[in-house]
């Protein structure tokens, strides 16, 4: 009996062998589409998804761009990852004022959470690239991150066995190019999504005091409302819901009125029109909590220093101030109570889920 159970056992895998000789092993099919899609775990709240065409994702491919995100391989003296400076427990960000690269290199600025790019149309905190597939090779290449030559890259990748494997099973046939390894990253980067706050249970509840607190509920009043009916205002910046940022082409970068002069002048690096100095972009509040500290360069530790800012710390002359600050041109002068309450509105933005998610894990 035992030995009739193994035997059909072994002719079922053998038939699954030759099977699979037969078939194409690509992971395209003739129409084009993925054999071994990816699947996005998506709820009624979720935004239409804005995958790249030309790079569908799939199973392998998510895979691949997981392990490159989290190996160290990819720098040059094999110190450093992607994850050095996004960690998951931090949606994605270091938790330092400003980040250390390779050979403990400091940077110029604080480390930017991860999730929900995909309908992003330009990254970094000047808006420098306009794809993922062109961001991810950014840090890889910079001196002062990674520090890796794309070539040697290339070579040292196709010289480990486990990547030759994993190449050949995101994309069949092809050679390992620093093409493919933006496309894997790519792929990673769009399957990262955040969207189960306690905010987001909203849209399904009418008894909003039972999701959210009082205060929470009352901050979010604030944040929503504009100045003249007594609010702070934070939504017409932050305003494309559900993501709590700006992902608009023309309107993601802005200048809050952080600095009088500017020491880094953000997205005038990019455009180099005098009218973009002093503008960067304006980031989701999803996760905020969790991403201290605060703006393009840590200045502010914490979310009571971020309120007392947007309530009496705007420099209500610096050059490009943006029109939302500029139609009502005063400080917010907002109580302890409405800074509090917006702070636990912004705490109920954290999505638990997403940073204990198995699938952004560290695959190794
Ligand atoms: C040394 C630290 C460091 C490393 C290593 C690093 N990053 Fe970053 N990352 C940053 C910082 C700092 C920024 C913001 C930089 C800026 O605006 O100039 C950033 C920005 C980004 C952004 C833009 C997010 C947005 O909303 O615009 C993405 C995407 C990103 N990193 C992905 C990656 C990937 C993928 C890797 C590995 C290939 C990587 N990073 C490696 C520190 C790092
Ligand atoms: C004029 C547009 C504008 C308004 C109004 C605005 N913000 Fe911002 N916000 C920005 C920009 C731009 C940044 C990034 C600035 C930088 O780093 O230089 C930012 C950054 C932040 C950050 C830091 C996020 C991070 O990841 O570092 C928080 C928190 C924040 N805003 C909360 C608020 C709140 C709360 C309000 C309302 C009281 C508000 N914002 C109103 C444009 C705006």
């Not at 990819?74 to 996004?86: G, P, R, V, Y």
């Not at 196709?158 to 190449?167: D, E, H, I, L, P």
């Not at 610096?318 to 409405?338: A, F, R, V, W, Y």
């Amino acid at each position: 009996m035992k030995k009739s159970v193994l035997l059909a056992i072994v002719g079922l895998l053998s038939f699954l062998v030759i099977e699979s000789c037969k078939k194409d092993p690509g992971v395209i099919n003739e129409e084009g589409n993925p054999t071994h899609p990816y699947v996005i775990n998506t709820t009624a709240a979720f935004p239409p998804l804005k995958l790249p065409a030309d790079n569908p994702l799939t199973e392998e491919g998510v895979k691949l761009g997981r392990m490159l995100f989290y190996d160290p391989i990819m720098s040059k003296d094999s110190t450093i990852s992607c994850a050095s400076c996004h960690r998951l427990d931090l949606a994605f960000v270091d938790g330092a004022k400003v980040s250390k690269g390779i050979r403990g290199q400091v940077l110029s600025r604080n480390s930017m959470p991860l999730f929900n790019l995909m309908w992003n149309n330009k990254f970094f905190w000047d808006g420098r690239a306009t794809t993922l597939r062109e961001q991810v090779l950014i840090p890889i290449q910079a001196h002062n991150e990674m520090d890796m030559n794309l070539f040697a890259l290339v070579n040292k990748l196709k010289s480990t066995a486990m990547y030759q494997v994993q190449f050949e099973e995101a994309f069949p046939g092809m050679a390992i190019t620093d093409d493919l390894i933006s496309k894997a990253l790519e792929q990673f980067l769009v399957s990262v999504v955040s969207f189960n706050s306690p905010i987001d249970q909203l849209k399904f509840r009418t008894d909003t005091l039972n999701v959210i607190s009082a205060a929470s509920y009352r901050g979010m009043q604030l944040f929503l409302q504009p100045v003249e009916n007594g609010g702070a205002d934070c939504f017409h910046c932050h305003s494309n819901i559900p993501f709590f940022g700006n992902n608009s082409v023309s309107g993601s970068m802005a200048n809050n009125g952080l600095d009088l002069t500017f020491t880094d002048n953000g997205f005038f690096a990019v455009t180099g029109k005098e009218t973009d100095k002093g503008k960067f972009k304006i980031p989701s509040l999803r996760n905020v909590a969790l991403t201290a500290p605060y703006m393009h360069d840590g200045r502010f530790d914490n979310l009571e220093e971020v309120l007392d800012f947007y309530s009496s710390g705007i420099e209500l002359n610096s050059p490009n101030l943006d029109i939302n600050i500029l139609s009502h041109g005063k400080q917010l002068n907002l109580s302890e109570q409405q800074k509090s309450d917006i702070i636990e509105f912004l705490n109920a933005l954290t999505d638990m889920s997403f940073v204990n998610n198995p699938a952004y894990k560290s695959p190794f």
